[in-house]
Every structure is written in C-alpha cells, then in structure tokens.
C-alpha cells in the first residue's frame, strides 16, 4: 500500500464543474503539498499547508490532521485546469512522498 | 535567478555511458532536491542537499548515481553506466528552509533522459 494514495486516478468533466481531489497519507508528516503538473511536464506548486484550509483564487485546499486526508478543490472549472495533480507528503524536515497524481480533463 | 534552471532540457545517450545533469536553484534558497519520473510513474526521490549539512542520500536507486552540490548554489546529478531503467525526467527543485510561503518549493522544468 502507498503511503500517499489519491483518488481519483483519471477525472473527466465539464467547464464550470465544482471539482474534489482526495488524497490520504499514513506517514506522519509535517506538512501537506499539493502540486500540478501540465502535460509539458512543469511542476508548480500550488499549496503548502499543515492544518484548515487555504484559498488561491478558485483553488482551496483542506487537511485534516487527525484523519491523515486532505482535499483539493477546484471552483469553476476551466478546460486550462486540465493537469496532473500531485499530493505529496512532507516527512520531517524536506523528504517528500508522492501520490501518484490525478490527472485531470476539464472539457469545454 | 528568477526560477530553477536545469539543464539540458533532454539527453538522450548510449546504454553504459556517464551522464551529467544541471541545476541551477533559486538565489538564496538553501535546500535542493532531485526527483525523477519514469514514464507513466509518480515523482520518486533522490537526493536533497541543505547548506552544508551531508546530504540525504536515500532515494539514490544505486551506486551508479551520485550528486553534488559546489558552494552551496548548483548541483550535479551523475548517473555512470547509464541502463534503459535510467530514462526518466529528472527534476530538481530547491526551497528556502523550512519551505515558505503558500507554495513551498520551486521547480525546475526538468531533463528529459533517453538511454538508447
């Protein structure tokens, strides 16, 4: 079982949808990063966060420690939010593990 | 610089040659890291470097892999006897330490390996 497991693995739907990534964790971290990754294959990262919950124009992400699960979020949904999403885990002090992304299809 | 240069942006060379990938962080942050990305598989993990701490090296896959990191700035990934199992894109970012910010680390657009 990995450590990091996301769902969904593929998720199709259409502009303007109301869009939730899942991601669970069983390693003790001390953080959380949500990351995209378009289909050039740039990173960026789009979120850190360690407790609540944070908000990037239509990008809001949750976490909640005790469950060990947080979730992305995406506010309507456009066909240039088509990505790979990555949940990864920080242990200790920089040591990142992955989920293995959802990649994601907005269609207009 | 204004983001993570890596460099080159592909390679593609001979099964048992040596291979030398670039890294070029952000001025100022003080943490690098290697991650790779086999075709169709999540990130994996490699090496970080912070200051003048050793380095955590336990994501190398083997032996043949090795990386450096000259005054503290850029870093070398050296991969020796390149194998077929070797071709991936591998992905350097760095952050300040703890990671800051909403976003944490910045991102190299990677190099892409081919071992033919």
């Known amino acids: 079982k990995n450590e990091v497991e996301q769902s969904p693995q593929n998720l199709t739907a259409q502009e303007g949808e109301f869009i939730t990534i899942n991601c669970s964790y069983s390693v003790g971290i001390s953080a959380l990063h949500w990351l995209q990754q378009h289909p050039g294959g740039g990173i960026v990262s789009l979120f850190m966060?360690?407790?609540g919950k944070k908000k990037h124009g239509r990008l809001i992400a949750t976490i909640n420690i005790q469950e060990k699960h947080s979730s992305l979020h995406i506010t309507a949904s456009h066909p240039r939010d088509s990505a790979v999403y990555i949940c990864?885990?920080?242990?200790?002090?920089?040591?990142?593990?992955f989920g293995q992304g959802t990649r994601l299809t907005i269609n207009p | 610089g204004a983001g993570v240069s890596q460099s080159p942006s592909n390679k593609v060379t001979e099964k048992g040659k040596d291979v030398e990938l670039r890294c070029d962080p952000i001025s100022g942050h003080t943490a690098l890291y290697w991650y790779r990305q086999s075709l169709g598989q999540g990130l994996e993990f490699l090496i970080y470097?912070?200051?003048?701490?050793?380095?955590?090296k336990s994501g190398l896959p083997s032996d043949r892999f090795s990386a450096e990191r000259t005054g503290g700035s850029v870093s070398t990934l050296t991969i020796q006897r390149t194998q077929q199992e070797d071709s991936a894109v591998y992905l350097c970012?760095?952050?300040?330490?703890?990671?800051?910010?909403?976003?944490?680390?910045?991102f190299g657009s990677g190099t892409r390996l081919t071992v033919v």
């Open positions: 470097f912070q200051g003048n701490s050793a380095p955590d």
């Open positions: 970012a760095s952050s300040l330490v703890p990671p800051r910010t909403n976003y944490g680390y910045t």
């Open positions: 966060l360690s407790s």
């Open positions: 990864a885990a920080r242990e200790g002090a920089q040591k990142l593990v």
